[in-house]
C-alpha cells in the first residue's frame, strides 16, 4: 500500500520510518527540507505538496502541530483536497480540537472523502519504538480497513468513536496529565519544606494509592533536575487551550486545568515554554522558596 505522510516532526520522522520498515511504500512532504532528506534517505519518495501527495496515493497520514496547520494542509491552497480521490482517507495523527476535526472531516466528506483522527501518547521514544498509543475516532469500516497501519507504529490502539472522538480522548489524557504532574509538584514541594527527603516520600508512596504512571515517569526527573524535554511546556499549553476552548464550547467547567494551565503560562513568562512539563514543579518551588534537590 502507498501512504502520504506530511508532518515529519519529532513524532512524524521515527512513525514515518516505522512504516517504511512494516513494508508500506511513503510519500512524503514537510516545510522543513531536511525533514524530508532523512526520511527519503529511509526510502520514501518525495512530494512538494500536500496536494501532490493526495494525487499520488489513497491513504494520507498528518502528524502536525495543531488545528490551523491541519487546516492549511488539508483545505489551504495546494492542500490534500485538491487532488484526493473520493474513498481515500485522511488519517490525522495531529493533536488538535476535535470540533476541528469534525469540520474538516465534513469539508472532506463532500467530496467522498473518509477521515479518522487517531492523535497519541507516547512521546518520541515510543515513537521510535512503535509502541504508541493510539485513540481513533471515526467510522468502524474505515478503521477496520487501516487499523493495520496504525498497528505498524503502536502497541494500543483503541476506537473511540465517532469523528472527533479520538482528540476528545486525548484532551482527556492532557488533562489528567497535566493535574497529575501539579498534584506531584505539590506533594514533593510540601515534603521538602518540611525537612523530610523528598526522594524519599516517592520510594514510600509509590506502591500505594498515590502511585501513578506519571509519578514514575516525573518524580525521578524532577528529583535529578532533568527538565529537558520530553514533552515541552509550550505544547501543553497547546493542547489545554484546545481542552478549554472545547469545554467551554460545550458548557463543561474546567476548574482545575484552568489553574493549572496558568501555572504553565507563568513559567512559559519565566522563559520555560521549551522545558519539559516536570519543570511546573520550579513554580511550586518559587512559590515556597525551596527545591526538591540542589541543582547539579
Ligand atoms: P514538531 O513541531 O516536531 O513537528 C511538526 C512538523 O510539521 C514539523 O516538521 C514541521 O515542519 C511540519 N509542518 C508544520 N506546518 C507544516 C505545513 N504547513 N506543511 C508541512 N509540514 C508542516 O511536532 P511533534 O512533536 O512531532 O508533534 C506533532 C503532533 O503530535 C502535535 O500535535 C503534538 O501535540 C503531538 N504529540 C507530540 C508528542 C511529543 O512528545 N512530541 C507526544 C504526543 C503527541
Redesign the pocket.
Known sequence: MKIGF????????PMSKNLLKAGYELIV????KA?VDEVVAAGANRAAS?REVAAQTEVIIT????SP?VR??VL?ENGLIEAAKAGSVLID????APLVSREIAASLAEKGIEMLDA??????PK?IDAT?SIMVGGKKVVYNRLHPVLKAMAASVVLVGDIGAGNVA?LANQIIVALNIAAVSEALVLAAKAGVEPELVYQAIRGGLAGSTVLDAKAPLMLERKFN????IG?HI??LTNVLETSHELGVPLPLTAAVMEMLQALKADGLAGADHGALVQYYEKLAKVTLAPLA
Open positions: 506530511i508532518g515529519l516532526g519529532i513524532m512524524g520522522k512532504c514537510d516545510v522543513t525533514a500536500p502528524m502536525l502541530p495543531n496547520q492549511q494542509v489551504g495523527m495531529s493533536s488538535i492523535p497519541v501518547s507516547g512521546g518520541e515513537a504508541l486525548k524535554p520530553g514533552f515541552r505544547l497547546k493542547d
